[in-house]
């Protein structure tokens, strides 16, 4: 049995973030009706790699039923009102007050419907200078600071995938879940707001108290700004490797095992991580010369041997072809399409999900 059978939840989303939350709730079994523009979701149109649609929404909306309303008529705003009497849970993604002056304020729809659990996703929450300013990912990647400790020393950069929106649906999730366990003790619905700043804002905890601790980040491309050694190293037949020094404890067994320098591991100008991150370059050209004598079998096997924890440094073929992708493949108007699935397996048993639903008017 899946957690939420029986359970309804009304989606009326666009894009990545509530589209994320609600595809969750549908693998764990709820029936998810997602509320599309006339014209459709604008993610059926962010690509069209995955047999001619957009990867973006067969990814994001398998198991969900969908329906194209137009809420600013009557018909639509109708059709609406009656699922929302039935429904578990309304999640939507509009711009800030949108769905309101459509005439869905989440505290009038929870007078008809006192079980009722709403989460509206907005780029600044409800209150403060910039809470009807719209947002995308981007946007907020970078209003929030996250671009700015990305990428290497020469520019910031954007996260390579839609970090923030993930992290908003994934909030709005565990959110939900929290709302309908309170809801089985006291049989009240409840109101959730999520803020994509809010959200990658509280993911900047560490970087953020640095700042203020008077430790600024550095962005330092494929390395830890704060720990050493931690980056890639290329090994004597090209390949690059990246290992991870975490404690005083595994660089003493680095540097005699694997760099073959007992003395190092408790030369005091190496000794801590603080010793090594103020000594990176020497610390970095210290392992740097190890690996440069080594194959990419032979540094990775004495890694192995001496405990040490490294990775290889793939693209997307590699990602593709590597053995621990675990796939989930869905129905779709076109076909057939596989990605990778999510992350928690229940019972040992791997996950199997509903369609990818084609656009449906009323
Ligand atoms: C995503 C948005 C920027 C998109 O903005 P817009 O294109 O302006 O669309 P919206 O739907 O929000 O609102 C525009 C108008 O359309 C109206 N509207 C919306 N849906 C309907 C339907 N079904 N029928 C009739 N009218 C509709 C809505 O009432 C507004 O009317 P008027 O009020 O009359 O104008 C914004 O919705 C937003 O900031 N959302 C909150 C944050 C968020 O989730 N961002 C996207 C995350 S995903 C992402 O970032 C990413 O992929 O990247």
Not at 258 to 275: H, M, S, V
Not at 338 to 347: H, L, R
Request: charged letters at 20%; a negative charge.
């Amino acid at each position: 049995m899946k957690a939420l059978e029986g359970l309804t939840v009304i989606a009326v989303e666009q894009a990545v973030a509530a589209p994320f939350c609600s595809a969750r709730l549908a693998d764990a079994g709820a029936r998810v009706v997602k509320i599309e523009r006339p014209e459709g979701d604008f993610a059926r149109g962010y690509d069209a790699v995955a047999q001619g649609q957009s990867s973006y929404f067969v990814w994001l909306n398998r198991g969900k039923e969908t329906v194209t309303l137009d809420l600013s008529a009557e018909a639509g705003k109708a059709a609406l009102a009656a699922l929302l009497e039935e429904a578990d849970v309304l999640i939507q993604n509009l711009k800030p007050g949108a769905l309101a002056k459509l005439g869905f304020d989440p505290a009038e729809l929870r007078k008809a419907n006192p079980r009722l659990i709403t989460c509206s996703i907005s780029g600044y929450g409800t209150a403060g200078p910039m809470a009807d300013r719209k947002a995308y990912d981007l946007l907020i990647q970078a209003e929030s600071g996250l671009c700015s400790i990305t990428g290497g020393p020469s520019e910031p950069s954007r996260v390579g995938v839609s970090v923030v929106d993930i992290a908003t649906g994934a909030t709005a999730h565990a959110a939900i879940l929290e709302a309908l366990i309170r809801r089985g003790i006291t049989g009240q619905g409840a109101d959730i707001t999520v803020s994509m700043f809010d959200v990658i804002a509280e993911w900047l905890t560490v970087p953020l108290l640095g700042h203020e601790g008077g430790q600024t980040p550095r962005r330092v491309g494929l390395a830890h700004p704060s720990i050493a050694p931690y980056g890639v190293f290329t090994t004597q037949d090209g390949a690059q490797v990246l290992i991870s020094i975490q404690s005083d404890r595994e660089w003493r067994v680095l540097a005699r095992d694997f760099i073959g320098d007992e003395a190092l591991g408790t030369d005091p100008e190496f000794a801590t991580n603080l010793a090594r991150v103020e000594n990176r370059d020497r610390t970095d050209a210290r392992v740097g010369e190890a690996f440069a004598r080594l194959s990419l079998q032979q540094a990775t096997g004495a890694l192995a041997k001496a405990n040490i924890a490294f990775a290889t440094v793939n693209d997307m073929a590699g990602l593709s072809a590597h053995p621990h992708l675990r796939r989930v493949t869905v129905d779709s108007p076109n076909g057939p399409v596989s990605f990778p699935a999510p992350g928690a397996i229940f019972d040992g048993s791997e996950p199997e999900f509903g369609p990818v639903p084609a656009l449906k008017p009323l």
